[in-house]
């Protein structure tokens, strides 16, 4: 009798650890980034994406599976309209998710997490270099941003017609945006959550 409770204790155990959400890495150029665990296929998505900006009709995030996707279920996320505009690593993608999403579409997939898009994602290393030297801060240099859809060029347009810094020069071509500016003010473009 002992030993059938030992038995069930250990398995009962073994098998909650298992169910334990476990840290899976992202890793972007030279950051690694440690998100946990969060999505739940028990709560209405626009509940848990409403932490992150919307660009026009979506929200752009990483979104992460605990497995690669088959692809029936790629087909499924192109019927809901999630876009998966960018392979990253570890069964991460850029995703485009429309703000307006009814109930859980993503309740019978493999999601681990929806996890935001922060500033520092969005500039490359020799840029956040740059940056951290302040001898650097008010050097003007010539950039290359690439943004979301056409929605992305309005909200950029508008920030950029308002921002503090002495008229900057910039145009449009496709889905990016080339521009020359103070380094200094490029943080504030990158805290836009229309560029990509």
Request: include cysteine; aromatic fraction near 10%.
């Amino acid at each position: 009798m002992r030993l059938l409770l030992i038995v069930f204790f250990v398995s009962y155990y073994t098998m909650a650890l298992c169910q334990l959400p476990i840290d899976q890495p992202i890793l972007l150029r030279d950051q690694v980034l440690l998100y946990h665990a969060n999505f739940r296929a028990d709560q209405d998505l626009a509940v848990q994406i409403q932490h992150i900006p919307t660009v026009g009709e979506n929200i752009y995030c990483w979104l992460q599976f605990y497995a690669p996707l088959k692809q029936r279920e790629i087909d499924l996320l192109k019927i809901l309209n999630f876009q998966l505009t960018g392979y990253v690593k570890e069964h991460t993608y850029l995703a485009a998710i429309p703000s307006t999403t009814k109930g859980n579409p993503l309740k019978g997939l493999p999601v681990r997490g929806i996890f935001p898009i922060e500033p520092s994602h969005r500039l490359s290393p020799a840029l956040r270099d740059a940056l951290r030297d302040t001898n650097r801060k008010n050097e003007k240099t010539a950039f290359q941003i690439t943004y979301f859809q056409s929605e992305g060029a309005l909200m950029l347009d508008a920030m950029l017609s308002k921002m503090p810094f002495s008229l900057p020069i910039w145009q449009h071509s496709g889905n990016q945006l080339q521009l020359t500016l103070p380094l200094r003010d490029l943080e504030l473009l990158a805290a836009s959550p229309a560029v990509r």
